[in-house]
């Protein structure tokens, strides 16, 4: 038997009560990878092991998550949820039993609404949205993918951005390579001063200065 099918059936036996009581288990899906039914209350529930998730109500972490892998190298951890997620300040997932030399996990979320990671927040994995993601102050992520706005606070980390509408960065955070980003304003930056469209005996002072018409000396 193959290590992902044994990984699968260990998932299935260890999270069957949870699924049952979270909404019920459905069909394996191609990853086989047992499907079970995600706590609409994350951080107060047993560990999870490996497998696809899926709640139909919205999702909220208001503690840890634990994200067990059972010594297994390669675990996977999917998380459907068609409503919002959302976490509360310092909130964070983590592994236990990741000893495996050569461990690589794979968490995904993805979330029809919107993502709303409170400040101090330390996610684990890429998240994608159909709708807007916004990190508060120093939370962290893996990849973000925002079918709207993507907003990230103050010190805010993630891996690479993507985003419908435009993104907003706060400070000590950069945009580079990122469509539509809007970065915070640079203080030592001098004001924007209107250019006369007149310029001859002129005399202009040190400053940053823009004119959207023609402009003569």
Do not use: H
């Not at 907003?168 to 539509?180: D, Q």
């Not at 004001?191 to 005996?201: I, R, S, Y």
């Amino acid at each position: 038997m193959k290590l992902s099918a044994i990984l699968s059936s260990v998932a299935f036996v260890a999270s069957a009560g949870l699924g049952n009581a979270a909404g019920g288990l459905r069909v394996e899906n191609e990853r086989n990878l047992a499907v079970l039914g995600l706590p609409a209350a994350l951080g107060v529930s047993t560990p999870l092991v490996p497998g696809d998730y899926f709640s139909t109500p919205a999702v909220g972490l208001t503690g840890i998550l634990t994200l067990d892998a059972g010594g297994a190298c390669y675990p996977e951890w999917k998380f459907t949820i068609t409503g919002a997620f959302n976490t509360v300040a310092g909130s964070k997932v983590v592994f236990s039993n990741d000893e495996c030399a050569g461990f690589a996990p794979v968490v995904e979320w993805v979330v029809t609404g919107a993502i709303t990671l409170g400040a101090n927040s330390d996610m684990i994995g890429n998240m994608t949205s159909t709708a807007a993601i916004t990190l508060g102050a120093y939370a962290s992520a893996g990849n973000l993918d925002a079918g709207a706005a993507l907003t990230l606070g103050a010190g805010a980390a993630a891996g690479a951005l993507s985003a419908v509408a435009a993104a907003s960065l706060g400070a000590g955070v950069t945009c580079t390579g990122i469509t539509g980003c809007l970065p915070p304003p640079n203080p030592n930056t001098p004001a924007l001063t209107v250019l006369p469209t007149a310029l001859g005996g002129k005399t202009l002072v040190a400053g940053n200065y823009n004119q959207g018409a023609a402009v003569s000396l």
